[in-house]
């Protein structure tokens, strides 16, 4: 069963910078799609960004573009999320998501906390 360790998460002032990483052990990230999710307080849970299992396609909600990068390097087992000029509309908690198969369902992170607040 795949476990996942979630870091980087913090406090920040706004226009600061944070590197989430999502480092998994018990199953072979190379062969997944994933993705980093959100959810603020009161709000629904939502997709930040998503990476193809090669990295070659890159997806990001529109209030990310241009500030936010989704990462993984495969040898390592880890994804991450490279995060430039927050705004406390980006407090949320963040979880690392493994994308469903044919052969297996999706799985989460445990949740890093990230509040940007001056």
């Known amino acids: 069963q795949v476990q996942f360790v979630e870091s980087g998460g913090g406090l920040v002032h706004p226009g600061g910078s944070l590197t989430l990483s999502c480092a998994a052990s018990g199953s072979r990230l190379a062969i997944y799609d994933m993705g980093w999710y959100r959810q603020a307080p009161g709000k629904q849970r939502e997709l930040v960004a998503r990476?193809?299992?090669?990295?070659?396609?890159?997806n990001y909600v529109d209030s990310v573009k241009g500030r936010f990068t989704i990462a993984r390097d495969n040898a390592k087992n880890t994804m991450y999320l490279q995060m430039n000029s927050l705004n406390p509309e980006d407090t949320a908690v963040y979880y690392c998501?493994?994308?469903?198969?044919?052969?297996?369902?999706?799985?989460w992170g445990q949740g890093t906390q990230v509040t940007v607040s001056s």
């Open positions: 998501h493994r994308a469903a198969t044919a052969f297996q369902g999706d799985a």
């Open positions: 990476i193809s299992t090669a990295g070659s396609t890159t």
